[in-house]
């Protein structure tokens, strides 16, 4: 390689464009200074001034750095709820928020205990649930237990009101006894008042009409049940004195009769007894890195008691805990990416550049860019969210691509003899232009995500969009002066030589043809394997799996304890909710929801009030407690009993219920004449026998007395009247169902785990068939999904388009232009003044029509701009064609952390396809790709690859998924940039001259002295 030394600047005003060819040939090519644009002239004045004031600018641009870095630190803020990527102008949205307004964060956290034996499983939850208790500052809505006892007082409310008014009936029937007359509640008297009540019912039933005859049977019934219990009793008393039975008639339905089990504490424990389920509320907010107090101290509190209670396991998961452990583990997993990362773009570059200088300059560059970027974040936006913070490793992969592309052409210009300042000022007004084109088509393409509905992306993409101009900026700011002052007293040959890949450039100038055919093919035949074919027609298979499971991070307990949970309770952390006005139509819309058949089980607490409201039920529970209030205690001695009034009165029953054919008359004959046989045995002494007779018969009526008493005390215990009302329920449960203004929630659970698209769709569908207003984390997880998809995919739209228009604005200039710009709008405003309906169609389907004029009307005007925007366009559509096949085989499906990389694509892509064309547009005749055009986009494409690349580190899935599909999509991008795409625009090069070199033969090219083929070179002098 021939050197020169610095020169001066040519008097004749001439710049120099020098390109170094394959076999060491060294092309120089003047272009007249008078054919600049403005564009090309603003950024070459800008350059000599900043090289020339080299320290004047760095000194500006440290103090804009240290303003932005004071704003970024007292201003900027950071949102780390899922919920804040979501736009509050959605109406499912806003149905979230006002849920969350009403009832506060829904973040529970779940403390699972598991073991063999329920006993130990209660004492575990009884601890845990106690220490949380014991901190409200930290927890809130502890929930492991329900102790009902509070509502066993008001029992009684819980009838319906015809069930307390013949409870109320059958009391006062037993006014007497209540105030104290026990007497007639004797065996005699109870007896007595049966065979009675039999005969009366039988003479009354033959005088009364045949209308009454159904209510006179319904009474016999009645007293025929009553008999049958007194012969039974007796009959069992006689067999066992021991084995009482009430002859009382209950005075509740058997549904409502209560059990002390009924009041006991129930835990919260799966149907198999082997988990023990702990909920509590953690107060406070997380940091940005996923902690907060209130976990910290939880994890505390869960290894103490784990610690305590070897029998069992303790274990934390739910949704706070899962973000917490996520991110944390994220962190972890990006700071070794991070140094994976850095040592790899690191010598890349030192490989790429050959030096350690001139890196540096690149990366202290970007670090520049993104301090300002952080400061334009600040005022443009004022905070991050878990999306957007991601803007930084954007600007990393894309925004050092700009200061790669300069130093590469610098170099380059350097080593074929330029000075510094006039190096500096030709890089800029030839691949000056190329980086500001790139720049402003990545940053539009980014900032069209600013008009989708999904609050996180379209923050990103204003973020990510400004600061990729932000980088550019700095590049023509700051690198040309730190150039100035690190290559000031370095010769020419001192630098560094970049990477030049002449067996590329030696391939795609010697056979484009061949290399066009081989690579078009390989392209498609690998894009295809994206589709199966089947009989009814092709199948993408590359899938969009909306599975938040499978995004999660491998190896972490919370996890794999979500897991087991589900597999053992069949619980699912996720349900919709459902808000209602009372609790009547909480019990109507709960009745609703149970039909359907996706949905599991409904929780809430409007079921556990009275089904009928107060207004129906008061009076009679008062006038029931009213008679119970004055209940008489037993008497000590009972009377005496005389055997034979007894026999004669149980005979009298007997020979009443004889003369009926009723089941439960002929069951209460065969069992008191078995008792009346034995009552009577005949074997003992007539004196024994009447002493045994009476001792019995005194025995029972003592117990059935005590019995009647027992039954009243009851009674009395369950009816205080006393309204039930939502503050007799614990806080835990009432503030989880009940909001402050009386709105009544209801949770619904779906009957299978809804985290794929399928069930979760169907599930959403039926709940909404029910409440249209419903919300919750599925829906959310839904609607949100949807709409990420349609944000991405409506931000790709917007892009591709902004790109081609911004592609066409550089390319045209003039009259052509100006007609191509506005005569899509004059077939706009055509078809909205004559076509019925189009106000209604979505936007994006005016911006495709208007791209798609303008490209037809540049078209007729300036074809070859039109040829020159589509094959900038190649890296990255055909890149995500060929990055589709790659998928394609290797089973690799998108989902909501990758889909991503569809606008990334776009901007990584057509960053390189814009050099390529630039430099394509700076020759004359046959193209050769220049070596520092290969350099650079080899260089910003391996350090992308590089640094997407290390994400595949990570134990959480979505990051490895990310960089998987990144890498894939970089390294489609770049082979096309440099094989497909050069090779193309070789054989357009040479079929539009057909004078060139290139259009003769080749072979002779290879024998001409090196010599022979250098031109005169007017070398500039450099006053260094």
Same mark, same amino acid.
């Given at each position: 390689m021939q050197q020169f030394p610095p020169g001066s600047d040519d008097s004749d005003g001439m710049t120099i464009e020098l390109t170094r060819p394959d076999a060491d040939e060294v092309a120089v090519r003047p272009v007249e200074a008078s054919n600049h644009g403005w564009l090309e002239h603003l950024l070459m004045h800008l350059t000599v001034w900043v090289s020339e004031n080299a320290r004047t600018a760095l000194i500006f641009v440290a103090l804009l750095s240290v303003v932005s870095l004071g704003i970024t630190a007292r201003f900027l803020g950071f949102k780390t709820n899922r919920s804040d990527l979501i736009s509050p102008d959605t109406a499912f949205h806003q149905r979230w928020l006002s849920y969350v307004d009403k009832f506060g964060d829904s973040g529970e956290v779940l403390i699972v205990v598991e073991g063999q034996q329920r006993r130990s499983i209660e004492q575990a939850m009884d601890s845990v649930g106690s220490a949380l208790e014991a901190e409200p500052e930290l927890f809130d809505r502890v929930l492991y237990r329900f102790d009902p006892g509070a509502l066993k007082s008001k029992s009684l409310q819980y009838l319906a009101p015809q069930d307390l008014d013949r409870l109320l009936g059958q009391l006062t029937e037993y006014g007497p006894i209540l105030d104290g007359h026990w007497n007639q509640a004797g065996l005699e008297a109870y007896t007595t008042r049966l065979s009675g009540s039999l005969q009366l019912l039988q003479q009354t039933q033959a005088s009364v009409a045949p209308a009454q005859h159904e209510s006179i049977a319904a009474q016999r019934r009645q007293v025929l049940e009553q008999s049958r219990l007194l012969s039974r009793s007796l009959h069992q008393f006689g067999l066992d004195p021991q084995r009482f039975e009430s002859p009382w008639p209950a005075p509740l339905p058997q549904a409502m009769q209560p059990s002390e089990a009924q009041f006991q504490p129930r835990y919260q424990i799966n149907e198999l007894g082997t988990m023990g389920f702990v909920l509590a509320l953690p107060t406070g907010s997380q940091d940005f890195g996923g902690g907060s107090r209130s976990l910290s101290r939880l994890r505390e509190i869960v290894r103490e008691y784990d610690d305590l209670h070897p029998e069992v396991a303790i274990g934390l998961t739910g949704i706070p805990v899962l973000e917490s452990d996520e991110m944390l583990r994220s962190q972890q997993d990006m700071a070794a990416a991070s140094i994976i990362s850095f040592c790899g773009v690191g010598l890349l570059m030192l490989i790429g550049f050959?030096?350690?200088?001139?890196?540096?300059?690149?990366?202290?560059?970007?670090?520049?860019?993104?301090?300002?970027?952080?400061?334009?974040?600040?005022?443009?936006?004022?905070?991050?969210?878990?999306?957007s913070v991601s803007f930084a490793a954007i600007?990393? *992969?894309?925004?050092?691509?700009?200061?790669?592309?300069?130093?590469?052409?610098?170099?380059?210009?350097?080593?074929?003899?330029?000075?510094?300042t006039s190096a500096l000022k030709a890089t800029s007004g030839s691949v000056g232009t190329g980086i500001v084109t790139a720049a402003v088509t990545t940053a539009l393409a980014f900032g069209c995500a600013m008009f989708t509905q999904f609050l996180g992306v379209a923050e990103l993409g204003m973020i990510a969009g400004g600061g990729i101009l932000i980088c550019a900026a700095a590049t023509f700011f700051v690198l040309p002066a730190l150039v100035t002052i690190s290559d000031r007293a370095v010769e020419p040959r001192r630098l560094p030589t970049p990477f030049e890949g002449r067996m590329i450039r030696f391939l795609t100038r010697r056979f484009p043809g061949a290399v066009c055919l081989l690579t078009l093919t390989a392209i498609v035949a690998v894009g295809l394997q994206g589709f199966e074919?089947?009989?009814?027609?092709?199948?993408?298979?590359?899938?969009?799996?909306?599975?938040?499971?499978?995004?999660?991070?491998?190896?972490?307990?919370?996890?794999e304890l979500q897991h087991r949970v589900f597999d053992e309770s069949n619980g699912s952390l996720l349900y919709g909710v459902s808000l209602a006005k009372s609790p009547f139509e909480v019990r109507q819309r709960k009745a609703a929801f149970l039909e359907l058949g996706t949905v599991g089980r409904v929780e809430e607490m409007a079921s556990y009030l009275p089904t009928y409201p107060p207004a129906e039920t008061k009076l009679l529970v008062q006038g029931i407690h009213a008679r119970l209030s004055h209940l008489s205690e037993l008497p000590r001695e009972f009377p005496r009993l005389d055997p034979q009034a007894v026999g004669a009165a149980l005979e009298g029953l007997f020979l009443q219920l004889q003369q009926s054919s009723e089941p439960e008359a002929q069951e209460a004959v065969q069992l008191l004449d078995q008792f009346l046989d034995r009552l009577n045995a005949p074997q003992l002494p007539e004196q024994q026998a009447v002493a045994e007779q009476v001792a019995l018969l005194s025995s029972y009526q003592r117990a059935m007395l005590t019995a009647l008493h027992h039954q009243f005390q009851t009674l009395a215990e369950l009816s205080n009247p006393a309204p039930v009302t939502p503050e007799d329920f614990p806080d835990a449960i009432r503030e989880r169902f009940l909001s402050e203004d009386g709105t009544w929630l209801m949770r619904v659970y779906p009957r299978e785990q809804v985290w794929e698209e399928a069930p979760l769709q169907a599930f959403v569908t039926d709940v909404r068939s029910v409440d249209a207003e419903v919300t919750g984390t599925p829906l959310q997880n839904f609607e949100a999904a949807r709409q990420i998809r349609k944000s991405y995919f409506n931000a790709s739209i917007y892009?591709?388009?902004?790109?081609?228009?911004?592609?066409?604005?550089?390319?045209?200039?003039?009259?052509?232009?100006?007609?191509?710009?506005?005569?899509?709008?004059?077939?706009?405003?055509?078809?909205?003044?004559?076509?019925?309906?189009?106000e209604t169609l979505p936007i994006r389907n005016f911006v495709m029509v208007y791209v798609v004029v303008a490209v037809l009307v540049a078209a007729i005007f300036d074809f070859h701009s039109v040829r020159n925007t589509f094959l900038a366009l190649m890296p990255p559509v055909l890149g995500l064609f060929l990055m589709f096949g790659v998928l *394609?085989?290797?089973?690799?499906?998108?989902?909501?952390?990758n889909l991503i990389v569809l606008p990334l694509i776009l901007g990584i892509g057509v960053d390189d396809g814009v050099h390529v064309i630039h430099d394509f547009r700076l020759q004359k005749g046959d193209y050769r790709t220049s070596p520092s055009?290969?350099?650079?986009?080899?260089?910003?494409?391996?350090?992308?690859m590089v640094g997407f690349g290390s994400m595949m580190v990570s134990a959480h899935q979505g990051l490895v998924s990310l960089g998987i599909v990144l890498v894939v999509g970089v390294g489609s991008c770049l082979f096309i940039s440099l094989v497909t795409l050069p090779a193309l625009l070789t054989l357009i090069g040479t079929a539009s001259d057909p004078t060139s070199p290139a259009?003769?033969?080749?072979?002779?090219?290879?024998?001409?002295?090196?010599?022979a083929r250098v031109l005169p070179i007017h070398r500039d002098r450099d006053s260094a």
């Open positions: 050959r030096g350690f200088r001139h890196p540096v300059l690149s990366l202290v560059t970007l670090l520049v860019g993104i301090v300002w970027c952080l400061g334009y974040t600040t005022i443009a936006v004022g905070h991050l969210n878990i999306l600007l990393i *992969g894309l925004g050092i691509d700009f200061a790669i592309h300069y130093l590469a052409k610098y170099l380059e210009l350097r080593h074929h003899g330029q000075g510094l074919w089947t009989e009814t027609g092709a199948k993408s298979r590359v899938q969009y799996d909306a599975n938040l499971l499978n995004l999660q991070a491998r190896g972490i307990d919370s996890v892009a591709l388009s902004v790109i081609i228009l911004t592609l066409l604005i550089d390319a045209m200039s003039g009259l052509p232009l100006a007609l191509t710009l506005t005569s899509p709008m004059v077939v706009l405003g055509f078809l909205w003044t004559n076509l019925a309906g189009v *394609g085989l290797a089973g690799i499906d998108l989902n909501p952390a055009i290969i350099n650079a986009i080899t260089l910003t494409s391996l350090t992308s259009a003769a033969s080749d072979q002779n090219a290879e024998h001409v002295p090196e010599t």
